[in-house]
């Protein structure tokens, strides 16, 4: 190649890349670092051969194999950097609408307030790292950082459009939910490990609260994957684009899953693991500064994974009334959804005080769970009638 910085930064179409790992799938995400890939590899490489002229080291570099790894890792970072900015938006939401309720303006730092979420990170992260002595030092550890993985590693999954995901995965929604079930386990390790009452006391309330309202979901996500008749995210949105949007004939399941949502996102009125009035802060007591950030961060992951759950099973994915999944907007219109979902959420938490732990578990095994299963028996009645 010649010594023309234009002769090493070529647009090719990222398909066109023989390691292309998603087959006959567009990536968007992928295209962006693909993109990104060229221009940063291209750069080096035309910078080396100015010194160098036809080295090995530029040819290597603006290679398939290289630009493909460097690809998928830019990948991962605009998913993920689109999470977080997701994430503070919903933060930025709560505090809005809370004040609003409250009466007050909410936050006001930046525009419309929304640099407040920026400034208590930055405040979280100068505080003193403190551990207690007499902890569990690996569970300690282990479990915060598990909590918070699995949470951002949950959020990054979730596909936004047909064209907007991490990986092709046909079974999408089981693996969600078998990693969102995996919160009450470490939620537990994680407040034994504190060696401290209060903690170990909201690790387990966590469990039982998660264990009781995770059953009825399952229920629940089992009734609109057979009412679609598929296990993959593309597949029951596309069901719901060309039928109903599941909101209808399963109305039932639809404010049942609501309300688990609610409680598998330890949000207000099913806050039981944290209680501050009761138990300090719950199972988060020990873990001071940017840990306690960190775990807050994970809790609006989580909730914005329970309200994408919501959007995908019942409100039609990122289907669009007469204008269907391909649209340039998918992406847009899908997480309007989730903060249009995240508000309500957000009016459950300012209208209705915290629930005893008692009425919780009754309200899992005795009324959630049989409207779950009466949920269940109407898909079935549906599909045996072949009204979808």
Not at 284 to 300: F, H, V
Request: with cysteine; proline share 3%; aromatic share 16%.
């Amino acid at each position: 190649m010649g010594l023309s910085i234009l002769d090493w930064i070529v647009f090719k179409n990222p398909m066109a890349n023989e390691y292309y790992p998603f087959g006959d799938m567009y990536n968007l995400p992928y295209e962006v670092g693909y993109k990104l890939s060229e221009i940063i590899l291209g750069f080096v490489a035309w910078f080396l051969n100015l010194f160098v002229h036809d080295n090995l080291w530029s040819q290597w570099l603006v290679s398939d194999v290289v630009m493909n790894v460097l690809a998928i890792i830019l990948l991962v970072v605009v998913i993920f950097g689109v999470g977080f900015i997701v994430n503070l938006t919903m933060i930025w939401e709560e505090r809005k609408i809370l004040g609003r309720l409250m009466d007050r303006r909410g936050t006001q730092v930046g525009p419309l307030g929304y640099f407040q979420c920026l400034g208590d990170g930055l405040k979280t992260f100068m505080k003193e790292n403190i551990a207690p002595k007499a902890i569990d030092k690996k569970i300690y550890w282990w479990g915060l950082a598990l909590v918070i993985g699995t949470s951002v590693l949950l959020a990054c999954m979730v596909p936004l459009s047909g064209r907007w995901f991490i990986a092709d995965y046909k079974v999408g929604l089981l693996i969600l939910f078998g990693m969102f079930a995996l919160a009450p386990f470490l939620i537990l390790c994680a407040g034994w490990a504190q060696n401290n009452k209060f903690s170990l006391i909201g690790g387990m309330r966590a469990a039982e609260l998660m264990i009781s309202y995770e059953v009825p979901m399952l229920i629940i996500l089992a009734s609109s994957c057979l009412l679609a008749g598929a296990y993959g995210i593309n597949d029951l949105v596309q069901f719901q684009n060309d039928h109903l949007w599941f909101v209808i004939p399963e109305i039932i399941g639809f404010f049942t899953f609501f309300v688990c949502a609610i409680a598998e996102s330890e949000r207000v009125p099913f806050d039981l693991s944290e209680a501050e009035a009761e138990l300090v802060e719950g199972w988060q007591t020990e873990y001071a500064g940017m840990k306690w950030g960190l775990i807050m961060l994970a809790d609006y992951f989580r909730g914005y994974v329970a309200c994408a759950f919501i959007v995908l099973l019942f409100l039609g994915g990122w289907a669009m009334p007469f204008a269907g999944t391909d649209t340039w907007y998918a992406e847009i219109w899908f997480l309007f959804k989730v903060c249009a979902v995240f508000a309500v959420f957000i009016w459950a938490r300012g209208a209705f005080p915290r629930v005893r732990t008692d009425q919780i578990i009754n309200i899992g095994w005795r009324v959630l769970m049989p409207l779950s299963i009466l949920n269940l028996v109407v898909v079935v009645a549906i599909k045996l009638m072949g009204w979808m």
